[in-house]
Each structure stands twice: as structure tokens, then as C-alpha cells.
């Protein structure tokens, strides 16, 4: 049975009288993921600023190192949209250093000379804005968003890990993972140490990172849960290295574009089976000279 083609309605918001800027903030409360910015869950609802102000929506992955500061807007985006999105994005990135943050602007209309303002920021604020459309089909409404700017990743600064961030191996066996997902990332950190011996595991509440001689050095972080294991090694993304993973038959949960990582789920089994593969991939993270790509299917 064919379906039937249903031409849609397209709606401006900003002159509708019952669908405001909050039906939309609820909207995409209840459902993070259709902003098209992955699997996100809701952090916080019009959150109080210190300097008076309030931020629309607080996301978070589902990993929990990354937070979106999202600013709302029916209309067109205007200056005072922008700085007030900027503020935001600085005051938690300022509050809360051991995530990494990114400011995202929606707005109905975005215009061509807006998007030339924004790109001056891009590089030094990781900056997103999603171009929103109403969409009305008979009886019903969806709400569609397009990224028209994607943010600059400005990587990961490890200097600016404070110490409330870091935790022991206990809290992360007994609260975030177990023993044996704990356990994983001591397997992870013998195969590192077969070209760099003296890296260590350091435990922020976030996740599991590196150290070398106690300072910070994550080109691969860690994040042991209840039933599974993941990790992210942070190198540019390639088909030759997609083919190798493929081929392993390891499960590559996605590439982080933002971050510049390969997201593993792995389990003890993948790290006994794989190792070599796995050793070449982290090299290659660290920045340690390794043979050509090619060479990762020998």
C-alpha cells in the first residue's frame, strides 16, 4: 500500500498566537534528539545566571562530558540573541571547566549576514546554530531544525581539570561502573604503557583519563558503567581506519566530530582479541610514530 503524499504548512512562529518560544522549549525538553545533536538528555530548564538572566535549555550527552547552552528564538536572530547566548556559554563553561561546552543559537531565520557575525566567532567559541521550521500537517505540527553552523572543536584543555573533578578508583567501582568495567581500563592502560611506560590512569568524576608524571594527557579517555565499557581515542577520522574497525568486528558506537574521537564500546574480550589494533590506534592518538594505515590490517 502506497502512502499518501501530504504537502506540509509551513508556519512562522513568531506571529502565531498559541505556539510561543515555551511550547518550543518544552518541546524540545521532552525530546532532546531532535535538534540533531545525538543522543543528549535534559540538564536544566530555564537556569538562573548569576548576572541575571536565564538559559533556556542545559543539554548533556549521555556520556556526561559535553553540555550545549541553548538559546531559543522565534523570528529572526538579532545581536542581543548572540551575546546573551555568548554570556551563557561562559558562565557555565566558567562554573563548570570539566565539561566541554558549546553555545547553540535557534532561531526561525538565520540571514546570510548573521551567519557572516557568527563565523567570526567560530574557532574561538564553539558556536552551533540550528535553523528551526514549523511544519504543519492537517491536525498536526512538527518542528524541524537544519545546523546551518557547525561549532569549531578548540580540543580538549586538560590543564583547566580542577581538583573537585577528580575522584578514586573506589568511586568509580562502587558508583559510576564496577570492578570488572574498572577493570577494563587497567587492560587499556597495559597496552598504552607498551610504548608509554610511564602513563597512568587518573580518575576525574567524569570519566577515566591518562596522566604522565600527574599531568593531564588524554588522547584517550574512559568510561567504565554498570554493564559495559567505553572509550574515546581522539584521532582524525579515516576509511582506511572505518575498514580496520569494521573488519574487528569491534562495536563503534559513533566518530565525534566535535571532539575528533572514535567511540568504542569494548569488552575484555576485544581487548585480548585486538590488542595490536588497538595498541596502533592509540599510538597514533598519542602521537607516536606508528607504520602507515595500511599497515593496521596486518
Known sequence: MSLRFIKPEKILLASHPEYREKWVQDRIAESPSILGLGDLILKDKERIQPRAGRLDLLLQD??????????????????????????YWDVERRRYPQYDHYAVIIAEDITSRFLNVIGLF???????ALQMTALKFGDQISLVFTKVVDAVS?????????????T??????TERGTKETVAIADEML??????????????N???IGLAKDD??????IFFPKRSSFHTNIYIKSSTEIDKQLEAAGLDVMDYDKRGGAY????????????????????KMAAGVEVESEAMLAR
Not at 556520556?63 to 548572540?82: C, F, K, W
Not at 567560530?122 to 552551533?128: A, C, K, S, V
Not at 599531568?215 to 584517550?220: D, E, G, S, V
Open 62 to 87: 549521555q556520556d556526561l562530558t559535553t553540555r550545549y547552552e541553548v538559546e531559543i528564538m522565534l523570528g529572526n536572530t538579532d545581536e542581543s540573541h548572540l551575546i546573551r547566548t555568548i554570556e
Open 122 to 128: 567560530n574557532g574561538f567559541i564553539p558556536l552551533i
Open 154 to 166: 578548540l580540543g580538549r584543555d586538560d590543564e583547566d581539570e580542577e581538583v573537585q573533578a577528580v
Open 168 to 173: 578514586d578508583r573506589n568511586y568509580w567501582e
Open 190 to 203: 597495559e597496552l598504552i604503557k607498551t610504548f608509554a611506560p610511564r602513563m597512568e590512569l587518573k580518575y
Open 205 to 207: 568524576r567524569y570519566y
Open 215 to 220: 599531568q593531564p594527557n588524554n588522547f584517550a
Open 263 to 282: 567511540r568504542l564500546r569494548l569488552s575484555k574480550n576485544d581487548i585480548k582479541k585486538h590488542a595490536d589494533l588497538l595498541i596502533r590506534l592509540l
